[in-house]
């Protein structure tokens, strides 16, 4: 099956146990995305740790999610500081029978914008699979102008392109989104991260949702998914008011990994030191208060 670029993107977190990869609570992962029927799965994004982990356990990360998926796509991040070291990546990810390619502008040094399309660039020339532009200021520090993300996109192997959807606020990232939907070529989908205003996204135009929140609960993402692209605004308010305590939540955590590693360790689908080290998840407190959500609403 070819990658659509199209609908849910579901990207589950990478549990951890003693200091190395739950292979077989991920694998459990990948499983309750399938029978959910999400479109994509988006193995070792930043919810998948991908950062924290050795060139060994990203490959066999991505070999396990490919074998569990079965005929879901998956894409996995290929991001790292080392130009050199994102090219065996890109290789290990390839051969383990990936559909797509994830490219953050990871650097320990502000990138420019030349080194940045040089990037793309090299990446695209030695890539057979698409590759897919992670715009994540919150984690790079990188800022896409218009004119580079546009001169990107006119790379052979750039598919689709990965735009945060509340950055720096829902409205610039609307209007952003609308300056560059014309200028896209055909051939380059345009998607959306940020959970929070992702339905908007999808209701103004963006194909495909690249979901932290949907790696844990698929089924209501899918269905706030299907609601915005079909323009049900009362079925994606009622959706957005069951997810919106926990998108309040990770905003307080400075991001949604920390609290849905917590929240799939409630679940029982994570160990209670799911997080690569030195992160940490929720307070006793707020863990308490996502048991109760959980409890409450029981999303899926």
Not at 140 to 155: G, K
Request: aromatic share 8%; glycine share 8%.
């Amino acid at each position: 099956m070819t990658f659509s670029f199209t609908g849910l993107s579901a990207f589950p977190i990478t549990p951890m146990h003693q200091d190395a990869p739950d292979e077989a609570r991920f694998a459990a992962l990948i499983a309750r995305l399938v029978e959910a029927k999400v479109d994509s799965i988006g193995a070792l994004g930043s919810t998948g740790s991908y950062a924290f982990l050795t060139r060994n356990e990203r490959e066999k990360i991505a070999r396990l999610a490919v074998s569990h998926a079965g005929t879901t796509p998956v894409l996995v991040s290929i991001g790292a500081i080392n130009l050199r070291d994102t090219l065996l990546l890109a290789e290990d990810a390839q051969k383990a029978g990936v559909k797509a390619l994830l490219l953050p502008p990871m650097s320990y040094f502000p990138l420019r914008d030349e080194e940045v399309f040089t990037l793309y660039e090299t990446v695209s020339r030695h890539v057979s699979v698409p590759l897919v532009v992670y715009d994540t200021p919150g984690t790079t520090q990188f800022h896409f102008s218009d004119t580079l993300m546009q001169r990107i996109c006119q790379l052979p192997q750039v598919r689709s392109i990965k735009l945060p959807s509340g950055s720096p606020t829902a409205e610039e990232a609307t209007a952003r989104m609308k300056r560059l939907l014309p200028a896209l070529p055909d051939s380059t989908s345009p998607g959306i991260s940020g959970d929070p205003t992702a339905a908007g996204a999808l209701m103004q135009g963006a194909r495909i949702w690249y979901s932290e929140w949907g790696g844990l609960f698929p089924h209501l993402a899918r269905q706030l998914t299907d609601a915005a692209l079909t323009g049900q605004r009362e079925d994606v308010t009622r959706i957005e008011a069951i997810f919106a305590p926990f998108w309040e939540m990770s905003a307080r955590y400075g991001g949604s990994l920390r609290v849905i590693a917590s929240a799939a360790t409630i679940m029982g689908l994570a160990g209670p030191s799911a997080l690569p080290r030195p992160l940490q998840g929720v307070s006793p407190q707020d863990a308490k208060k996502l048991a109760t959500l959980i409890d409450t609403h029981q999303p899926g």
